[in-house]
């Protein structure tokens, strides 16, 4: 199998476990039995709703060369194979395995964080920096309190760049995973209206992003978005939090990297951008104002770490974006084809928005429609109603030809739409289902989005089933 991931020493002494039968090195982590590979070192968490301790033996039969088991759940367990690592506290071992795998890294690590657009962001980071040497990143989202220490457990010792994304429901949740991953630099996207059922302001929110920067390593650099409200705090957060260099991205000439000149295209945007004084001209090969910003700030800290800028410009016209996220699919037709863009994973104001522009980019046929498909934004507060409600203007403005809307909060925009764009309203999703595909015609442009709470990847899945997907 090559070098071990970790040695089966090295996993003892990091977790300060006991060995009961025959465990071997580890080629691999995992802390869900259904992904094991052989290999791996399966380890058993107690989650909202299962207790991977019941999964144990499931995950040796996969192939797994060992176990990381709570010293509680041990003696109720069998040891068909393999073998099991037996620690206090199977949650703790995990984060202690990842602080090990922090300390004997040697990488430049990046984290990511922001309301909107921090794994189109990781995403960019892992297909710029793969070109300049090994680079790791988390195959999803994985931004939470398992998935952030399970990354680093899986960062391999030759790692050159490591890339994390950390997110939040509520504050203080950030700090303890930025301190994990100790940054060299740590990036904020943008700060805008999510989540705040549960902190109730975008100061608020500002200052939950802000924790960023509380593992941020003496000296490092932060990099922020220079044209938001919230640009002089996180700047200030970032200075007092120890950072030696503070930059800035967006449109104005006073930012780090500065957007210069650009063209929006239905699949990809132009660009010309100047980074720390070099001006330069790149391809982003998805399409998306937002996608485009947030170059400039992966551009910025290609500048940070001395990369060639040309080389990176040249990889972000490889960018795709995936499933869920912008993810674009072209479904052949007797007569034009119907496009489908993909935003089904999770939606808040300011994504919706950009999405809707996104949309309006789309080509249509000759009789072709440009439809979206909208389902709730979810843990938006007191004025949630209001929110939905407003996106009537961003619909009308953008030229969008007929809506379909689920769920009780978009019962706001359903009211102030007008007739002439109405197309479904149902309390769910499943109830569009019907409708939508019995409408939907040849040359038509169709945008799914909603929280992952408003479950629209099913309509998805279910336009995607009902045509050839090229």
């Not at 429609?369 to 961003?394: K, P, Q, S, T």
């Amino acid at each position: 199998m090559g070098t071990p991931l970790w040695t089966i020493d090295e996993v003892l002494a990091a977790a300060h476990g006991s060995v009961r039968g025959e465990p071997g090195d580890v080629f691999g982590v995992s802390i869900d039995s259904r992904t094991v590979a052989p290999g791996d070192l399966f380890i058993a968490i107690k989650g909202d709703q299962f207790d991977g301790h019941a999964f144990v033996d499931a995950a040796l039969e996969a192939g797994a060369t060992a176990a990381l088991v709570s010293s509680d759940q041990a003696d109720s367990l069998a040891v068909p194979k393999g073998g099991l690592i037996i620690v206090p506290d199977s949650y703790d071992g995990l984060y202690d395995l990842a602080r090990a795998a922090r300390a004997r890294a040697t990488g430049k690590m990046l984290a990511i964080t922001g309301s909107v657009g921090k794994t189109s962001t990781k995403e960019t980071f892992r297909l710029i920096l793969s070109s300049f040497g090994v680079t790791h990143a988390p195959v999803k989202s994985f931004n939470n309190h398992w998935g952030v220490p399970l990354t680093l457990c899986r960062m391999p010792r030759d790692t050159e760049f490591g890339v994390f994304e950390i997110g939040m429901n509520n504050a203080g949740e950030i700090t303890p995973l930025s301190k994990l991953v100790q940054p060299h630099i740590a990036m904020i996207t943008t700060v805008a209206p999510v989540h705040l059922e549960n902190l109730g302001s975008l100061d608020a929110i500002a200052a939950a992003k802000a924790e960023i920067f509380d593992g941020l390593l003496p000296g490092g650099t932060a990099v922020v978005h220079g044209d938001i409200e919230h640009t002089p705090f996180l700047k200030d957060r970032a200075s007092k939090a120890g950072a030696g260099r503070v930059m800035t991205f967006g449109h104005g000439a006073s930012n780090d990297a500065e957007l210069m000149q650009v063209a929006l295209h239905a699949d990809c945007s132009t660009v010309e951008a100047k980074i720390g004084g070099q001006t330069i001209a790149y391809k982003v090969g998805a399409p998306g104002e937002h996608l485009v910003i947030n170059s400039l700030g992966v551009l910025a800290i290609c500048s940070a770490l001395e990369l060639d800028l040309a080389k990176a410009g040249l990889a972000l016209a490889n960018m795709e974006q995936p499933d869920g996220r912008g993810r674009k699919h072209i479904i052949d037709t007797p007569g034009d084809a119907i496009t489908l863009l993909d935003e089904s994973y999770n939606a808040n104001p300011a994504s919706v928005k950009a999405a809707l522009k996104v949309l309006s980019r789309l080509p249509t046929g000759q009789r072709g429609r440009r439809i979206a498909v909208l389902g709730d934004m979810l843990e938006l507060g007191d004025n949630a109603a209001a929110m939905h409600g407003a996106l009537v203007y961003d619909l009308t403005a953008l030229g969008v030809d007929k809506v379909y809307a689920c769920g009780p909060l978009m019962k706001a925009l359903w009211r102030v739409l007008p007739m002439e764009k109405r197309g479904a309203y149902a309390e769910t999703s499943q109830g569009l289902q019907k409708p939508l595909v019995a409408d939907l015609a040849p040359g038509d442009a169709v945008m799914i989005k909603g929280s992952l709470g408003s479950k629209m990847g099913p309509l998805v899945d279910l336009i995607l089933q009902r045509y050839k997907d090229r």
